[in-house]
C-alpha cells in the first residue's frame, strides 16, 4: 500500500533552515508528481510546492514560500525533499509529503502523518 513518512520537523527560530524528507513506498515513486502541503493550527490545507514526475524537473512553488523553499526528490531513494531557508513565523504548521499535487488544483491522493515545524519570532 502506498506510504509516505516525513521527517525533519522541528523548533526554529526566524531566519533559520530546515530540510524535511518524506520516505514513499508501496507504488513506483519516480512515475508520480509529488507535493508538499501545511497545515497552520486553525486553518485548512495549504499547498507550497510541487514537483512532476518523470525525467523533467519541473517545481512550482506557492507565492508564500517562492525563493525561500526548495523542493527536489531522489527517485533512486523514493524520497522528498523541503528545503526552507529563511523561515517566518507565518510557517508554523504541520507539513505534510502527498503524492500527486504539481500544482495547488491538481489532485493529490495520499498524504503522509506529517511533521511539525514552529518557527519562533
Known amino acids: 500500500q502506498v506510504q509516505l513518512v516525513e521527517s525533519g520537523g522541528g523548533l526554529v527560530q526566524s531566519g533559520e533552515s530546515l530540510i524535511l524528507s518524506c520516505e514513499a513506498s508501496?507504488?513506483?515513486?519516480?512515475?508520480?508528481?509529488m507535493s508538499w502541503v501545511r497545515q497552520a493550527p486553525g486553518k485548512g490545507l495549504e499547498w507550497v510546492s510541487g514537483?512532476?514526475?518523470?525525467?523533467?524537473?519541473?517545481?512550482n512553488y506557492a507565492e508564500s514560500v517562492k525563493g525561500r523553499f526548495t523542493i527536489s526528490r531522489d527517485n533512486r531513494a523514493n524520497t522528498l525533499y523541503l528545503q526552507m531557508n529563511a523561515l517566518k513565523p507565518e510557517d508554523t504548521g504541520t507539513y505534510y509529503c502527498?503524492?500527486?499535487?504539481?500544482?495547488?488544483?491538481?489532485?493529490?491522493?495520499?498524504r503522509g502523518q506529517g511533521t511539525q515545524v514552529t518557527v519562533s519570532a
Open positions: 514537483i512532476n514526475g518523470g525525467r523533467a524537473d519541473i517545481k
Open positions: 508501496g507504488f513506483m515513486f519516480e512515475n508520480w508528481a
Open positions: 502527498a503524492r500527486g499535487g504539481w500544482t495547488a488544483t491538481t489532485t493529490r491522493d495520499y
